[in-house]
């Protein structure tokens, strides 16, 4: 079956850096993939789609690339803020088991320390 | 801006009753989504609905049924509540079927 991992379930870092998250899958090729972020208490809000011929995709501070080869995205986050501490969900569309639906890793927790 | 609205922020429930979940949306998606969100597990769907009375099966529906009357609410029933679905349940929508979802804030739902 399908599996999404994300590198950490936790990354702390300091304020300026720049925050990298890793989202593997296996056993699938998806069309698309999704960055969502999760404040607590909040449902995620969509961050970034790329698609699979796409290589990088960003917007403002934030970077995503996918890899289809190494079936990796990575996320970056520049010149990152406190106000950036969140939980960072990938997703990938799956046409097996949920029939095009989303299927979400578990989540990264990023702390930005001032 | 689409707005995804859930009834509660929070409910509290006994073992064995029937519990209405609800949800809109104002943005016209043909797509609704419930999902439920347990510490460790990540995001797991239940049931979604691409259309007004259709529905179909996620990854771990059962217990729970849904309603899909209108084309913006789409409800979620726990047929008779027990304490294993004691959770964080969200709902979304989505204008295309692998489209970015749109979420609301969630209902926390504890089944004493």
């Known amino acids: 079956s399908q599996k999404i991992e994300q590198n950490s379930e936790a990354l702390n870092i300091q304020e300026g850096k720049t925050a990298t998250l890793t989202c593997n899958y296996t056993n699938y090729s998806p069309a698309y993939l999704q960055w969502y972020r999760q404040d607590p208490g909040r449902g995620p809000v969509f961050l970034l789609l790329i698609r699979e011929n796409e290589k990088e995709k960003r917007k403002e501070r934030l970077k995503v690339t996918f890899d289809t080869t190494l079936k990796q995205s990575l996320f970056h986050i520049t010149a990152s803020q406190p106000a950036d501490s969140a939980t960072y969900l990938c997703a990938l569309d799956m046409w097996e088991g949920s029939q095009g639906n989303l299927i979400f890793g578990k989540g990264t927790k990023l702390s930005v320390k001032p | 801006d689409v707005k995804v609205t859930q009834s509660s922020r929070y409910l509290v429930k006994r073992t064995g009753e029937k519990v209405f979940l609800e949800c809109v949306q104002d943005?016209?998606?043909?797509?609704m989504f419930w999902y439920r969100q347990d510490p460790g597990l990540g995001l797991r769907l239940i049931y979604f609905s691409y259309d007004v009375k259709m529905k179909e099966k996620g990854d771990i529906p059962e217990g729970y049924s849904v309603s899909r009357e209108k084309k913006e609410r789409f409800s979620l029933i726990l047929e008779s509540a027990s304490t294993n679905q004691t959770s964080m349940y969200l709902c979304?929508?989505?204008?295309?079927?692998?489209?970015?979802?749109?979420f609301g804030d969630g209902t926390r739902l504890s089944i004493l």
């Open positions: 979304a929508s989505s204008l295309e079927i692998n489209q970015p979802q749109h």
């Open positions: 943005m016209d998606h043909e797509n």
